[in-house]
Protein backbone atom coordinates (compact mmCIF):
# COMPACT_ATOMS: atom_id res chain seq x y z
CA UNK A 1 0.00 0.00 0.00
CA UNK A 2 1.61 3.34 -0.68
CA UNK A 3 2.59 5.80 2.01
CA UNK A 4 1.18 8.58 2.97
CA UNK A 5 4.15 10.92 2.53
CA UNK A 6 4.85 11.23 -1.05
CA UNK A 7 7.74 13.34 -2.98
CA UNK A 8 8.06 13.90 -6.77
CA UNK A 9 11.16 14.54 -8.38
CA UNK A 10 11.61 16.63 -11.82
CA UNK A 11 15.28 16.25 -12.65
CA UNK A 12 15.42 19.07 -15.36
CA UNK A 13 19.35 19.54 -16.57
CA UNK A 14 18.70 23.16 -15.83
CA UNK A 15 16.30 22.63 -12.64
CA UNK A 16 15.22 20.39 -9.94
CA UNK A 17 11.61 20.54 -8.85
CA UNK A 18 10.52 19.17 -6.01
CA UNK A 19 6.42 17.95 -5.22
CA UNK A 20 5.29 17.08 -2.07
CA UNK A 21 1.77 15.22 -1.52
CA UNK A 22 -0.65 17.66 -0.35
CA UNK A 23 1.81 20.37 -0.46
CA UNK A 24 2.57 20.93 -4.29
CA UNK A 25 5.69 21.94 -5.65
CA UNK A 26 7.72 22.72 -2.34
CA UNK A 27 11.30 23.42 -4.57
CA UNK A 28 12.73 24.93 -7.75
CA UNK A 29 16.27 25.49 -7.90
CA UNK A 30 18.83 25.51 -10.48
CA UNK A 31 20.65 22.31 -11.11
CA UNK A 32 23.87 23.66 -9.97
CA UNK A 33 26.65 23.02 -6.95
CA UNK A 34 29.98 24.54 -5.88
CA UNK A 35 32.46 22.33 -4.02
CA UNK A 36 35.46 23.14 -2.52
CA UNK A 37 38.09 21.21 -2.31
CA UNK A 38 35.99 18.47 -4.18
CA UNK A 39 34.37 17.43 -1.11
CA UNK A 40 32.84 20.03 0.71
CA UNK A 41 29.68 21.72 -0.78
CA UNK A 42 29.30 25.75 -0.32
CA UNK A 43 26.51 26.63 -2.38
CA UNK A 44 23.80 25.04 -4.53
CA UNK A 45 21.12 25.82 -6.68
CA UNK A 46 20.34 29.58 -7.72
CA UNK A 47 23.03 30.89 -5.62
CA UNK A 48 25.43 28.31 -7.46
CA UNK A 49 24.44 29.27 -10.65
CA UNK A 50 25.29 32.84 -10.02
CA UNK A 51 28.72 31.94 -9.32
CA UNK A 52 28.85 30.07 -12.66
CA UNK A 53 32.03 31.90 -14.31
CA UNK A 54 32.89 33.54 -11.25
CA UNK A 55 34.53 31.17 -9.08
CA UNK A 56 38.41 30.75 -8.29
CA UNK A 57 40.30 27.27 -8.62
CA UNK A 58 39.71 25.54 -5.19
CA UNK A 59 36.04 25.87 -5.94
CA UNK A 60 34.14 23.71 -8.72
CA UNK A 61 31.00 24.92 -10.04
CA UNK A 62 29.23 22.01 -12.06
CA UNK A 63 25.89 20.65 -13.30
CA UNK A 64 25.63 17.17 -12.59
CA UNK A 65 22.77 16.03 -14.81
CA UNK A 66 23.75 16.66 -18.76
CA UNK A 67 21.92 15.48 -22.15
CA UNK A 68 18.89 14.76 -19.81
CA UNK A 69 20.80 12.01 -17.67
CA UNK A 70 22.98 12.56 -14.48
CA UNK A 71 26.38 12.55 -15.45
CA UNK A 72 28.15 12.44 -12.19
CA UNK A 73 26.13 10.61 -9.51
CA UNK A 74 28.06 11.74 -6.77
CA UNK A 75 27.73 15.48 -7.12
CA UNK A 76 24.08 14.70 -7.89
CA UNK A 77 23.74 13.02 -4.13
CA UNK A 78 25.26 16.21 -2.78
CA UNK A 79 23.21 18.38 -4.28
CA UNK A 80 19.86 16.57 -4.07
CA UNK A 81 20.67 16.03 0.02
CA UNK A 82 20.88 19.67 0.37
CA UNK A 83 17.93 20.28 -2.00
CA UNK A 84 16.00 18.24 0.39
CA UNK A 85 17.00 20.03 3.21
CA UNK A 86 15.85 23.38 1.52
CA UNK A 87 12.58 22.23 0.55
CA UNK A 88 11.53 20.67 4.15
CA UNK A 89 13.43 22.95 6.35
CA UNK A 90 15.58 20.78 7.69
CA UNK A 91 13.12 18.09 9.01
CA UNK A 92 13.58 14.88 8.59
CA UNK A 93 11.24 12.95 5.86
CA UNK A 94 11.10 9.83 6.82
CA UNK A 95 9.53 6.47 5.06
CA UNK A 96 8.39 8.44 2.00
CA UNK A 97 8.03 7.29 -0.75
CA UNK A 98 9.42 8.91 -3.95
CA UNK A 99 8.19 9.04 -7.76
CA UNK A 100 10.67 9.95 -9.92
CA UNK A 101 9.74 11.18 -14.01
CA UNK A 102 12.91 10.05 -16.61
CA UNK A 103 13.50 10.63 -20.24
CA UNK A 104 12.08 7.39 -22.22
CA UNK A 105 14.51 7.08 -24.72
CA UNK A 106 17.69 6.21 -22.33
CA UNK A 107 19.20 2.81 -21.07
CA UNK A 108 17.94 1.22 -18.21
CA UNK A 109 21.87 1.88 -16.36
CA UNK A 110 20.41 6.08 -17.00
CA UNK A 111 17.29 5.01 -15.24
CA UNK A 112 18.86 3.29 -12.41
CA UNK A 113 21.05 6.20 -11.54
CA UNK A 114 18.05 8.18 -10.86
CA UNK A 115 17.28 5.98 -8.23
CA UNK A 116 20.95 5.42 -6.75
CA UNK A 117 21.06 9.43 -6.16
CA UNK A 118 17.82 9.26 -4.13
CA UNK A 119 18.77 6.05 -2.27
CA UNK A 120 22.46 7.57 -1.39
CA UNK A 121 21.01 10.83 -0.53
CA UNK A 122 19.72 11.81 2.56
CA UNK A 123 16.36 11.02 1.96
CA UNK A 124 14.79 8.24 4.42
CA UNK A 125 13.35 6.08 1.21
CA UNK A 126 10.17 3.78 1.64
CA UNK A 127 9.40 2.82 -2.44
CA UNK A 128 10.65 4.83 -5.99
CA UNK A 129 8.79 4.85 -8.61
CA UNK A 130 8.93 5.95 -12.08
CA UNK A 131 6.57 7.61 -14.66
CA UNK A 132 8.16 8.67 -18.31
CA UNK A 133 8.42 12.51 -18.69
CA UNK A 134 5.96 12.60 -21.52
CA UNK A 135 3.50 11.06 -19.56
CA UNK A 136 3.81 13.14 -16.64
CA UNK A 137 4.66 16.47 -18.92
CA UNK A 138 1.13 15.88 -20.78
CA UNK A 139 -0.70 14.85 -17.05
CA UNK A 140 0.99 18.28 -16.30
CA UNK A 141 -0.95 19.86 -19.49
CA UNK A 142 -4.47 18.55 -18.04
CA UNK A 143 -3.91 15.85 -21.24
CA UNK A 144 -5.70 12.59 -20.02
CA UNK A 145 -3.35 9.70 -21.11
CA UNK A 146 -5.05 6.76 -19.55
CA UNK A 147 -7.73 6.56 -22.49
CA UNK A 148 -7.08 5.10 -25.76
CA UNK A 149 -6.97 8.72 -27.63
CA UNK A 150 -3.13 8.89 -29.14
CA UNK A 151 -1.68 12.35 -28.14
CA UNK A 152 1.54 13.54 -29.38
CA UNK A 153 3.84 15.94 -27.06
CA UNK A 154 6.73 17.88 -27.47
CA UNK A 155 9.13 18.55 -24.38
CA UNK A 156 11.98 21.25 -25.85
CA UNK A 157 13.91 21.30 -22.58
CA UNK A 158 17.46 22.79 -21.72
CA UNK A 159 19.50 19.67 -23.10
CA UNK A 160 17.17 17.28 -24.95
CA UNK A 161 14.33 17.33 -27.09
CA UNK A 162 11.73 14.39 -26.35
CA UNK A 163 8.72 14.08 -28.73
CA UNK A 164 6.47 11.07 -27.88
CA UNK A 165 3.31 8.83 -28.89
CA UNK A 166 1.17 8.10 -25.32
CA UNK A 167 -1.35 5.96 -25.29
CA UNK A 168 -3.30 4.08 -22.78
CA UNK A 169 -0.91 5.72 -20.37
CA UNK A 170 2.36 4.65 -22.00
CA UNK A 171 4.90 5.13 -24.83
CA UNK A 172 3.77 4.12 -28.14
CA UNK A 173 6.62 5.92 -29.81
CA UNK A 174 9.48 8.40 -29.10
CA UNK A 175 12.33 10.26 -29.67
CA UNK A 176 15.42 11.88 -27.85
CA UNK A 177 17.21 14.06 -29.58
CA UNK A 178 20.54 16.48 -28.15
CA UNK A 179 18.99 19.77 -28.94
CA UNK A 180 17.52 22.17 -26.48
CA UNK A 181 18.12 25.16 -24.71
CA UNK A 182 21.71 25.41 -23.95
CA UNK A 183 22.72 24.27 -27.27
CA UNK A 184 20.48 27.37 -28.42
CA UNK A 185 22.60 29.86 -26.19
CA UNK A 186 25.98 27.97 -27.21
CA UNK A 187 24.65 28.90 -31.22
CA UNK A 188 24.54 32.19 -29.82
CA UNK A 189 27.62 32.34 -28.14
CA UNK A 190 29.50 31.40 -31.15
CA UNK A 191 27.67 33.57 -33.61
CA UNK A 192 28.28 36.62 -31.48
CA UNK A 193 31.83 35.81 -31.36
CA UNK A 194 31.89 35.22 -35.11
CA UNK A 195 30.90 38.11 -36.09
CA UNK A 196 32.03 41.02 -33.73
CA UNK A 197 34.77 39.24 -31.72
CA UNK A 198 32.87 39.14 -28.34
CA UNK A 199 32.85 36.34 -26.46
CA UNK A 200 29.70 36.54 -23.83
CA UNK A 201 29.02 34.44 -20.94
CA UNK A 202 26.33 31.63 -20.58
CA UNK A 203 23.90 33.91 -18.73
CA UNK A 204 24.49 36.66 -21.01
CA UNK A 205 23.14 34.13 -24.54
CA UNK A 206 20.15 32.95 -22.55
CA UNK A 207 19.32 36.47 -22.22
CA UNK A 208 19.93 37.17 -25.97
CA UNK A 209 18.01 33.92 -26.48
CA UNK A 210 14.85 35.43 -24.60
CA UNK A 211 14.49 38.70 -25.94
CA UNK A 212 15.26 38.17 -29.33
CA UNK A 213 14.75 34.54 -30.67
CA UNK A 214 12.55 33.47 -32.85
CA UNK A 215 11.43 30.32 -35.18
CA UNK A 216 9.98 32.23 -37.84
CA UNK A 217 11.53 35.25 -39.96
CA UNK A 218 12.20 37.87 -37.27
CA UNK A 219 11.69 41.63 -37.19
CA UNK A 220 14.04 44.11 -36.60
CA UNK A 221 14.78 44.00 -32.86
CA UNK A 222 18.00 44.88 -31.52
CA UNK A 223 19.46 44.96 -28.08
CA UNK A 224 22.78 45.50 -26.44
CA UNK A 225 25.52 42.54 -25.31
CA UNK A 226 28.04 43.15 -23.28
CA UNK A 227 31.43 40.54 -23.10
CA UNK A 228 34.96 40.57 -23.67
CA UNK A 229 36.95 41.36 -26.99
CA UNK A 230 38.79 38.77 -28.52
CA UNK A 231 41.44 40.56 -29.68
CA UNK A 232 42.39 43.28 -27.04
CA UNK A 233 40.94 41.61 -24.08
CA UNK A 234 39.04 43.97 -22.62
CA UNK A 235 35.27 44.50 -21.80
CA UNK A 236 33.41 45.72 -25.20
CA UNK A 237 29.36 45.80 -26.30
CA UNK A 238 27.76 45.16 -29.76
CA UNK A 239 24.51 45.42 -30.78
CA UNK A 240 22.95 41.97 -31.56
CA UNK A 241 19.71 41.57 -34.47
CA UNK A 242 16.82 39.13 -33.77
CA UNK A 243 17.98 38.50 -37.66
CA UNK A 244 21.17 37.60 -36.61
CA UNK A 245 19.90 35.43 -33.80
CA UNK A 246 17.11 33.26 -36.21
CA UNK A 247 20.24 32.65 -38.77
CA UNK A 248 21.81 30.67 -35.53
CA UNK A 249 19.68 28.81 -34.07
CA UNK A 250 17.79 27.90 -37.24
CA UNK A 251 19.37 24.89 -38.14
CA UNK A 252 18.69 23.51 -34.72
CA UNK A 253 15.05 24.47 -34.87
CA UNK A 254 14.63 22.54 -38.30
CA UNK A 255 16.53 19.48 -36.76
CA UNK A 256 13.10 19.43 -34.21
CA UNK A 257 10.55 20.29 -36.77
CA UNK A 258 12.56 16.83 -38.42
CA UNK A 259 12.15 14.77 -35.88
CA UNK A 260 8.47 15.24 -34.86
CA UNK A 261 7.78 14.68 -38.60
CA UNK A 262 9.62 11.36 -38.46
CA UNK A 263 7.48 10.25 -35.52
CA UNK A 264 4.94 11.04 -37.56
CA UNK A 265 5.09 9.13 -40.26
CA UNK A 266 5.98 6.01 -38.05
CA UNK A 267 2.49 6.62 -35.85
CA UNK A 268 0.21 4.28 -36.53
CA UNK A 269 -3.11 5.41 -38.79
CA UNK A 270 -5.61 5.19 -35.98
CA UNK A 271 -3.64 7.24 -33.15
CA UNK A 272 -2.54 9.70 -36.58
CA UNK A 273 -7.00 10.05 -36.81
CA UNK A 274 -6.63 11.33 -32.94
CA UNK A 275 -3.83 14.05 -33.49
CA UNK A 276 -5.25 15.39 -36.83
CA UNK A 277 -8.26 16.20 -33.83
CA UNK A 278 -6.31 17.62 -30.99
CA UNK A 279 -3.08 18.67 -32.67
CA UNK A 280 0.45 18.47 -31.17
CA UNK A 281 1.19 19.63 -27.23
CA UNK A 282 4.31 21.04 -27.08
CA UNK A 283 6.19 21.86 -23.43
CA UNK A 284 9.29 22.58 -22.07
CA UNK A 285 11.63 25.67 -21.59
CA UNK A 286 12.43 26.40 -25.03
CA UNK A 287 8.61 26.25 -25.82
CA UNK A 288 8.50 29.95 -25.19
CA UNK A 289 10.37 30.93 -28.32
CA UNK A 290 8.80 33.39 -30.27
CA UNK A 291 6.64 32.13 -33.08
CA UNK A 292 7.23 28.44 -32.53
CA UNK A 293 3.87 27.35 -32.74
CA UNK A 294 3.83 28.93 -35.77
CA UNK A 295 6.62 27.55 -37.23
CA UNK A 296 5.53 23.79 -36.31
CA UNK A 297 1.93 24.00 -37.48
CA UNK A 298 3.51 25.12 -41.32
CA UNK A 299 6.05 22.24 -41.15
CA UNK A 300 2.80 20.19 -40.26
CA UNK A 301 -0.11 21.27 -41.42
CA UNK A 302 -1.26 20.32 -37.51
CA UNK A 303 -3.00 22.36 -34.92
CA UNK A 304 -0.19 23.14 -32.11
CA UNK A 305 -0.98 23.49 -28.24
CA UNK A 306 1.59 25.47 -25.81
CA UNK A 307 1.47 24.59 -22.38
CA UNK A 308 0.34 27.50 -20.53
CA UNK A 309 3.06 26.70 -17.70
CA UNK A 310 5.58 24.90 -19.95
CA UNK A 311 8.49 24.95 -17.19
CA UNK A 312 6.35 23.21 -14.77
CA UNK A 313 4.42 20.58 -16.96
CA UNK A 314 6.42 17.51 -16.11
CA UNK A 315 6.60 18.72 -12.46
CA UNK A 316 2.80 19.25 -11.56
CA UNK A 317 2.07 15.74 -13.94
CA UNK A 318 4.19 14.09 -11.48
CA UNK A 319 2.02 15.97 -8.67
CA UNK A 320 -1.10 14.60 -10.24
CA UNK A 321 0.03 11.18 -10.17
CA UNK A 322 1.36 11.55 -6.31
CA UNK A 323 -2.10 12.94 -5.65
CA UNK A 324 -4.14 9.78 -6.91
CA UNK A 325 -2.85 5.90 -6.16
CA UNK A 326 -4.78 4.97 -8.94
CA UNK A 327 -3.29 7.24 -11.44
CA UNK A 328 0.13 6.18 -10.17
CA UNK A 329 -0.79 2.36 -10.41
CA UNK A 330 -1.86 2.95 -14.44
CA UNK A 331 1.16 5.13 -15.14
CA UNK A 332 4.25 4.25 -12.82
CA UNK A 333 5.81 1.27 -12.10
CA UNK A 334 8.06 0.54 -8.92
CA UNK A 335 11.55 -0.61 -8.94
CA UNK A 336 12.65 -3.19 -7.38
Known amino acids: MLGRKIIGIDFGTSEVKIYRKGAGVVLKEKNVVAIK ?48 EKAFNGKKIKNADYLVAVPTD ?12 IQRSN ?9 DKPVSAALGMEIDV ?11 GADTTEIAIISLGGIVL ?27 GDKTAENVKISLASAVEPGEEVIRVFGRDVLSGLPSEAMVSTEMIYEAI ?84 AVK
Open 106 to 117: ITEVEKRAFCDV
Open 37 to 84: NRKKVIASGNFAYDMLGKSPEEIEVSMPIQNGVIADVGKMQMLLSTFI
Open 146 to 156: TGTRGVLTVDI
Open 250 to 333: NEQLTSVLSAIRVILERTPPEISADIIRSGIYVTGGSAMIKNLKECIEAETNLKVNIADDAEYSVINGVGKISEDYKLLKQVAH
Open 174 to 200: SKLIPVGGYKFDSLIQSAIRKKYNLIV
Open 123 to 131: AKVRNIFMV
